[in-house]
T-cell receptor
Framework: AQKITQTQPGMFVQEKEAVTLDCTYDTSDQSYGLFWYKQPSSGEMIFLIYQGSYDEQNATEGRYSLNFQKARKSANLVISASQLGDSAMYFCAMREGRGGNNRKLIWGLGTSLAVNP | DTAVSQTPKYLVTQMGNDKSIKCEQNLGHDTMYWYKQDSKKFLKIMFSYNNKELIINETVPNRFSPKSPDKAHLNLHINSLELGDSAVYFC??????????????FGSGTQLSVL
């Protein structure tokens, strides 16, 4: 079973509007971390935001915020006031708290976001 | 200064050749990784090294051999290249492998095309 599910292969948003990119995860751990990365067409992977499973507040980084609903196992990324430069692939990832040496990031398949002028 | 740099950015080669991709990080991180991103954009970890020690070795053909001369460098050598090896290969690093909140810093990727 997939551990990270991003159900939206592609999304469109109008410039200056807000958009939510969905991410659900599956883990039996109590301790885990959730990440969002952005990959523009130039190809590099850019870290956006992190949420720990024990964090009481939703993470925010500038125009990015994470809508963390632990009971639903969802960690949706909210981008406010979309800009043309936000057009990119967005990846959700999780690292579980246990696993010792093998504590690797588990990645979703990504959501392609297009911002329309 | 580029934090994680990998070379070359593009690599076009014939089937059967041997090629290497180099990676260096100047962040002082202990852990480095190689990822493969296929044409559908799926990211799959290949290897991870911590202080020159191999700690993750996914099911990767043994034609792929990582080498870490020191903790700032992790190179990837590929023997007898096949068409299916065509992908983007990313190097990444993180401060350590201990914490669940360790974020990865990525290189800009190497687009490998095997003809």
């Amino acid at each position: 079973a997939q551990k990270i599910t991003q159900t939206q292969p592609g999304m469109f948003v109008q410039e200056k509007e807000a958009v939510t990119l969905d991410c659900t995860y599956d883990t039996s751990d109590q301790s885990y971390g959730l990440f969002w990365y952005k990959q523009p067409s130039s190809g590099e992977m850019i870290f956006l935001i992190y949420q720990g499973s024990y964090d009481e507040q939703n993470a925010t980084e500038g125009r990015y915020s994470l809508n963390f609903q632990k009971a639903r196992k969802s960690a949706n990324l909210v981008i406010s006031a979309s800009q043309l430069g936000d057009s990119a692939m967005y990846f959700c990832a999780m690292r579980e708290g246990r696993g010792g040496n093998n504590r690797k990031l588990i990645w979703g398949l990504g959501t392609s976001l297009a911002v329309n002028p | 200064d580029t934090a994680v740099s990998q070379t070359p950015k593009y690599l076009v080669t014939q089937m059967g050749n041997d090629k290497s991709i180099k990676c260096e990080q100047n962040l002082g991180h202990d852990t480095m990784y190689w990822y493969k991103q296929d044409s559908k954009k799926f990211l799959k970890i290949m290897f991870s090294y911590n202080n020159k020690e191999l700690i993750i070795n996914e099911t990767v053909p043994n034609r792929f051999s990582p080498k870490s001369p020191d903790k700032a460098h992790l190179n990837l050598h590929i023997n007898s290249l096949e068409l299916g090896d065509s992908a983007v290969y990313f190097c990444a690093s993180s401060h350590s492998r201990e914490s669940k909140n360790e974020k990865l810093f990525f290189g800009s990727g190497t687009q490998l095309s095997v003809l």
